[in-house]
Structures are given as structure tokens and as C-alpha cells.
């Protein structure tokens, strides 16, 4: 990174290569989203002026987000910025990164809530309020509630709220000491599935950066399962993320408790890694 030559071009490729060596799995696509960042463009305005020079400001200004980013500071905290489904979201560590396998989860509630008018959905370990959020714009009549025990989550999904002009209704409350009443039409939760055991095996850029307690956890889908069962309505459903791997098991959970239709979706990479069940 030492002898950047001021292009966009150069830069780019030197950064890239930077990033490539210091671990990165997308080191291009990194490089591009900080140097837009960096100029205040778009991905695609970056390849309109290629040759364009840089001026020093604008190369200190991205060689400290390239030195972040080689850190292993993920880019979506660099950014302060995520997309998730339709909606732009704020990110930091307060709160998980929204990621694809979590949209597929959110289309699942969306299937699940098709004809009904106003349904009531419960957003469990609702972090920085994506889940929540997307359902609250993609189906405008749902009243969405979402919980966390984290306060410095639900700031954060606060702050999104303001964002984006949706409005949920947010309250601290831990999973162990039970779900609000309802009647829900959907619980949905995206619960803490890393054990103690496998911490060490994640990647650095989630391990050293994303918060551990929405990480790390030993029962909490067993716990949101079994809740559920007293707040949903009949009929009403239940949908998890699961962890890579972890789907039979949750299969068998719901249906040792008696869940029914319950069925897994794969991810964009054909991992089953969503549950649902109704009651």
C-alpha cells in the first residue's frame, strides 16, 4: 500500500491485492465498495472515470479504510451502512451484520403472512432490527414487535427505525424469561446458534468484530421453539435460521413438539438453513 499510483485503476488493483493477502475471500469487491465510499460514488461510477487521478487527500482518505478493512474489520462496519432486502440499514457492533441467508428468512415470513390483512409477527433477537423492518415495509398492514436483551441492539434498531421511516415496536426482554403474550400470527427469530466450541473456527472479520452474545449461545432456538408454542395462534408458525448443519436437529425439535407441515428452505448456497413449523 505504500506506493499507490493515483488512478482509480491502479489503486483499485494495488488494494485488492493488499486485501487478497491479508485474507480477505472478496478483495476486489471490498476494494471497490471502500473506494466508492471513499469518493462518494456508486460501484458503477467508479468505472467511468478509471484513469481519472486521485488526489492525496482522496488516497489517505482510502488507504485508511483499506487498513481497516486488512484488520478484518468487516466492510459493512467500515460502511456504517448495509443493504438488506429493500431497505438500507445502519450497522455497527452493537448488532449481527445482515446477511443473504437472513433475507431468505424474511421472504419465508412473507409467504407465511400472504392474505392475511394485520397480523400480529414477533421479531425474536431483533439486533439492528432487519427482520423486523423488512416485514414492516414488504407488508405494511403486519404489526411487527421485536425484543431483544441487548439495549445497545435496540438502540441500534432504533436508529433504523428513524432511517427508514418504518415504525415496529421494540422492548428488551430475554427469551429465557419467556415471549410476550400474544395471540402471533409468526414468531420469527434469527437466534445466537455458534456453541462456545466452535468461536474459534470462525472467520476473524465475524469472530473478532460481530458481538458474541448474538453469536454464541446454547439452547436459544430450543427456548424460542418451545415459547412459542404458548403465544402463537393456532395455525400460526414458527420460522429459525439455523446454523450450517444444524436443520435435523431443529427439524426434530418442532416436531417433538408437536409442530406441524414443518419444512427447511436452502440457502443461495443449498445449505437448509431456515425452519418453520405451525402450530
Known sequence: MQDLTPTRGEVLRRAAEHLAAKGSETPRLDAELLLAHALGLTRVELYTGFERPLAEVEVSAYRELVRRRA??????????????R???????????????????????????LEGLESPAVLDVGTGSGAIALA??????????VG??????????????MERTGLTV???????????????????????PYVTPE???????DVRDWEPHEALVGRGVADAVAHCSLDVLSPGGALVLEVGDGQAPEVVDLLERLGYRDVRTTRDL????????GTR
Not at 445502519?90 to 437472513?102: F, K, M, Q, S, Y
Open 147 to 160: 425484543i431483544d436483551a441487548s439495549e445497545d441492539a435496540l438502540a441500534l434498531a432504533r436508529d433504523n
Open 135 to 144: 416485514i414492516a415495509d414488504e407488508h405494511p398492514g403486519a404489526r411487527v
Open 198 to 204: 466452535e468461536i474459534e473456527t470462525l472467520m476473524p
Open 71 to 84: 484488520r478484518r474489520e468487516p466492510v459493512a462496519y467500515i460502511l456504517g451502512e448495509w443493504g438488506f
Open 169 to 191: 415496536e421494540l422492548r428488551q426482554r430475554d427469551v429465557f424469561a419467556g415471549l410476550p403474550a400474544g395471540p402471533w400470527h409468526l414468531v420469527v427469530s434469527n437466534p
Open 269 to 276: 448456497t443449498e445449505r437448509e438453513r431456515v425452519v418453520e
Open 86 to 112: 429493500r431497505l438500507t440499514l445502519n450497522v455497527d457492533r452493537r448488532a449481527l451484520i445482515p446477511r443473504p441467508e437472513t433475507e431468505i428468512v424474511v421472504e419465508r415470513c412473507l409467504a407465511r
